[in-house]
């Protein structure tokens, strides 16, 4: 089985990243605004999203202990 220890921020920040990635692609499906106010909005969080989730994805991955 494998461990991963994280620190409290750390998990914060994976939540948050997972969120912000979770609301883009809600606006891109919503229809609460404009078209092009929801495609923009929507492209932001989710590229946002991705971007911050891949190094803290590679760090977390870091500290997979075997156990």
Known sequence: MKTVTLTFP???LLVGTR???????????SKHLSDPQREAAGLV???VGIL??????????GK???G
Do not use: F, N, S
């Open 10 to 12: 750390e998990l914060l």
């Open 45 to 47: 969080l989710t590229a």
């Open 19 to 29: 969120a912000l990635l979770g609301a883009g692609i809600a606006l891109l499906v």
């Open 52 to 61: 911050t989730t891949i190094p803290l994805a590679c760090e977390v991955l």
């Open 64 to 66: 997979t202990e075997r």
